[in-house]
């Protein structure tokens, strides 16, 4: 049975070069230091990411531990103990707490209202201004320009990270700064959102999780669990 690996795969920002061996019939690949010096954001964003979706590697035991289930998910390591004792005991808590993440304050949509709100509506009208309301509407940013403000029921850390994966949109163009340390976190929000979806292809009781979670309140990101439900038996992972 599968199992993600997540944390080795975002701890991997944070690592200076060297090649990890690991054991027979894993997935073995060189690590390489991603860094705002060697890498810019899109780019480091869209390389976690790609490994992430291609991060399968086979079930590992690990000595049953329930501390991770009062943590903090601080760390990516916490996010792969907790898929590990969801395949390991089947409880159903870990699961709800990966889902927890997805309620993580929305950093891009912060930084963007507050961008917003130093703006004068005749600024639209000149550059740098200008380019900016025309690179975040090709990008579909729901923005609401006259009164300034971030609409919609939206994550949009999620929404950057897909754009940035799709090679739609490069971090440098927008018109609010992400530190490397806002970027990790970002692309554990992504990381859970993706594994949720992918782990509900391969059990039916993470895909009852997924389609519960999405109709209670909390992130905007919760409404991307909605996709569980919607794929067929034996139907391919799509990241929303």
């Given at each position: 049975?599968?199992?993600?690996?997540?944390?080795?795969?975002?701890r991997?920002?944070?690592?200076p070069?060297?090649?990890r061996?690991?054991?027979?019939?894993?997935?073995?690949?060189d690590?390489?230091?991603?860094?705002?010096?060697?890498?810019?954001?899109?780019?480091?964003?869209?390389?976690?990411?790609?490994?992430?979706?291609?991060?399968?590697?086979?079930?590992?035991?690990?000595?049953?531990?329930?501390?991770?289930?009062c943590?903090?998910?601080?760390?990516?390591?916490?996010?792969?103990?907790?898929?590990?004792?969801?395949?390991?005991?089947?409880d159903?808590?870990?699961?709800?707490?990966?889902?927890?993440?997805?309620?993580?304050?929305?950093?891009?949509?912060?930084?963007?209202?507050?961008?917003?709100?130093?703006?004068?509506?005749?600024?639209?009208?000149?550059?740098?201004?200008?380019?900016?309301?025309?690179?975040?509407?090709?990008?579909?940013?729901p923005?609401?320009?006259?009164?300034?403000?971030?609409?919609?029921?939206?994550?949009?850390?999620?929404?950057?990270?897909?754009?940035?994966?799709?090679?739609?949109?490069?971090?440098?163009?927008l018109?609010?700064?992400?530190?490397?340390?806002?970027?990790?976190?970002?692309?554990?929000?992504?990381?859970?959102?993706?594994?949720?979806?992918?782990?509900?292809?391969?059990?039916?009781?993470?895909?009852?999780?997924?389609?519960?979670?999405?109709?209670?309140?909390?992130?905007?990101?919760?409404?991307?669990?909605?996709?569980?439900?919607?794929?067929?038996?034996?139907?391919?992972?799509?990241?929303p």
């Amino acid at each position: 049975m599968p199992r993600l690996a997540t944390a080795s795969r975002v701890r991997s920002l944070r690592r200076p070069a060297r090649i990890r061996t690991r054991p027979c019939g894993t997935v073995a690949q060189d690590k390489r230091r991603l860094s705002s010096d060697e890498m810019d954001g899109d780019r480091m964003l869209r390389k976690l990411l790609t490994q992430l979706r291609s991060s399968w590697r086979p079930k590992q035991s690990v000595p049953y531990d329930d501390s991770h289930l009062c943590v903090p998910i601080d760390d990516p390591e916490v996010l792969d103990r907790l898929w590990g004792e969801f395949i390991d005991t089947g409880d159903e808590a870990a699961v709800r707490r990966i889902v927890s993440v997805l309620d993580w304050d929305d950093l891009v949509r912060i930084r963007l209202q507050a961008w917003l709100s130093g703006i004068r509506p005749e600024s639209w009208s000149t550059a740098p201004h200008r380019d900016y309301q025309q690179l975040l509407v090709a990008c579909c940013f729901p923005i609401d320009y006259d009164n300034r403000s971030v609409d919609g029921p939206v994550d949009l850390d999620i929404h950057v990270a897909l754009l940035a994966r799709s090679h739609k949109l490069k971090f440098a163009d927008l018109p609010i700064p992400l530190s490397p340390k806002e970027l990790v976190r970002l692309a554990m929000k992504s990381a859970a959102l993706w594994s949720l979806l992918a782990m509900a292809k391969q059990h039916e009781v993470v895909a009852q999780i997924c389609e519960t979670e999405s109709k209670r309140s909390g992130g905007a990101a919760r409404l991307h669990l909605a996709a569980a439900a919607r794929r067929p038996p034996g139907g391919g992972v799509e990241y929303p």
